[in-house]
């Protein structure tokens, strides 16, 4: 990604931020992670973290993603006798997100998937979270979410994070 890229996308998700009236340091600005999964299409696939805390026990972070943006298909599997996988609950903090889950499939979904994604995205049970509304995802659960037309924001609060053992549907997934 280049320099012009990630800045506008930090502009981006600051502006989302503060519409959410999320107070965020100078120092939490600058950290801000833009996160393209390795695709190279951020318009499309990807999200933005801030990350309060992240560590053994528990991890504090926001999501925001741009509109339309997916963060694709993942689990989070176990990682050690101390890790049996990450479990997440999803707050929705402004706009709307589009959480797509095991369990039966929903007819005529909100979502807007490209070709190119679609074959990697199996969990179709629509959770539609609007601001105020939250869901928890158990640990090793297949998951991918979308931002609604305007973006979003999303507090995550976690056990443990550990980003880079994520499995992706998507092969060509790079999450580190």
């Known amino acids: 990604m280049n320099e012009s890229t990630f800045s506008s996308a ?3 998700t600051i502006d989302l931020l503060d ?3 999320i107070v965020l340091t100078d120092k939490e600005k600058q950290n801000i992670e833009i996160a393209d999964l390795g695709v190279g299409d951020l318009d499309h696939v990807g999200l933005e973290v801030v990350q309060y805390i992240n ?3 528990y ?3 926001e999501l925001v993603l741009f509109s339309w943006q997916i963060c694709l298909e993942h689990r989070h599997p176990k990682v ?3 890790n049996p996988g990450k479990m997440e609950t999803f707050r929705c903090r ?3 997100v589009y ?3 095991k369990g039966d499939p929903t007819p005529n979904p909100k979502a807007r998937v490209s070709e190119t994604y679609l074959p990697y995205l199996t969990a179709w049970n629509e959770v539609i979270l609007l601001p105020g509304e939250q869901y928890t995802i158990p640990k090793n659960t297949l998951h991918w979410f979308q931002a609604g037309p305007d973006g979003c924001v999303v507090s995550e609060f976690s056990s443990a994070s550990t ?3 994520d499995v992706f549907t998507d092969p060509r997934v790079k999450r580190v």
Do not use: F, P
């Open 19 to 21: 519409r959410a009236k």
């Open 10 to 12: 930090r502009l981006r």
């Open 99 to 101: 959480l797509y889950t």
């Open 80 to 82: 050690s006798e101390t």
């Open 94 to 96: 402004w706009g709307e």
């Open 59 to 61: 991890c504090a972070k």
């Open 163 to 165: 980003d880079e053992n």
């Open 55 to 57: 560590n053994d026990r």
